[in-house]
């Protein structure tokens, strides 16, 4: 025996609401994501670095130093003297952190989108059995004069 499933008008209603929010909800995550120049430095970030990246950073007030503008927009200061071809495993463990950063912010990001589609979701469909059942209440009582 093959039995079908019937939606009520609500419950209709309700996919509909919920598949139009995904659209905002959509164009919100799509505008906003964020990237690596949302993650700001912070001095943290060098004490994770390797002791030959350390070796290869100059000091903050050093003015005869490279300087190389990371993409989070902060610029790291490399030693006079050393080429920036050698200064890439510096760069690369900068690099490294930022995108460990950004992969986090991502994700809580998207995260928080969904939970927020997810409560308007419920939300609809919460409000929509209320007005139900009020419906309801109203057409079965008849008019009570």
């Not at 139009?20 to 120049?37: E, M, T």
């Not at 760069?91 to 991502?106: C, D, F, G, M, V």
């Not at 209320?130 to 419906?135: D, E, K, P, S, T």
Request: hydrophobic share 45%.
């Amino acid at each position: 025996m093959h039995s079908t499933m019937k939606l009520g008008g609500w419950r209709r209603l309700w996919i509909a609401v919920s598949a139009v929010l995904l659209v905002p909800f959509g164009l919100f995550v799509f505008l906003r994501f964020p990237d690596a120049s949302s993650i700001p430095h912070t001095a943290s970030y060098y004490t994770t670095l390797s002791a030959e990246a350390k070796a290869q950073l100059a000091p903050d007030d050093a003015t005869d130093a490279s300087q190389v503008r990371m993409p989070n927009n902060h610029v790291i200061k490399v030693r006079k003297g050393i080429e920036l071809k050698r200064s890439i495993p510096l760069l690369a463990e900068y690099q490294s952190r930022i995108e460990h950063l950004l992969w986090q912010k991502r994700a809580k990001f998207i995260g928080l989108a969904v939970l927020l589609w997810v409560g308007f979701c419920g939300f609809t469909y919460c409000f929509g059995r209320a007005v139900g059942w009020v419906y309801r209440g109203f057409k079965s009582s008849g008019s009570v004069s």
